[in-house]
Nanobody, 128 residues
């Protein structure tokens, strides 16, 4: 699966921003897609993930209620995953990575996504 993210930039606290990621490949519909972020000096964090149908989602506590993930699956070999970021805060400043995990079993938990495949990051900077 190839991943290409876009949409980062500099915004002010309270603003909105939308990240996009084009996920392509024959097996993209067999992958969980999601977003990780890494701020300077902080650990890698799973922000949000979504299953292949787009009906199940996960959000970290730090973004729940402010961010929304969605997935366009109209093309079976190219999905687009979006992260709508509302009411952003300075602590949301980080490099955001689009990621994909192959589904390895019938039962899986979205919050355990590892980010086996990642695209290049896109920087989000939130000023106070």
């Amino acid at each position: 699966v190839q991943l290409q993210a876009s949409g980062g930039g500099l915004v002010q606290a309270g603003d909105s921003l939308r990240l996009s990621c084009a996920a392509s490949g024959r097996t993209v519909m067999s992958h969980i897609l999601g977003w990780f972020r890494q701020a300077p000096g902080k650990a890698d964090e799973l922000v949000s993930s979504i299953n292949p149908s787009g009906r199940s989602t996960y959000y970290s506590d730090s973004v729940k209620g402010r961010f929304t993930i969605s997935r366009d699956t109209r093309d079976n070999t190219k999905n687009t995953v979006y992260l709508q970021m509302n009411s952003v805060k300075p602590e949301d400043t980080a490099v955001y990575y689009c990621a994909a995990d192959p589904i390895r079993s019938i039962i899986y938990e979205l919050h355990t996504m590892r980010g086996d495949f990642r695209g290049q990051g896109t920087l989000v900077t939130v000023s106070s």
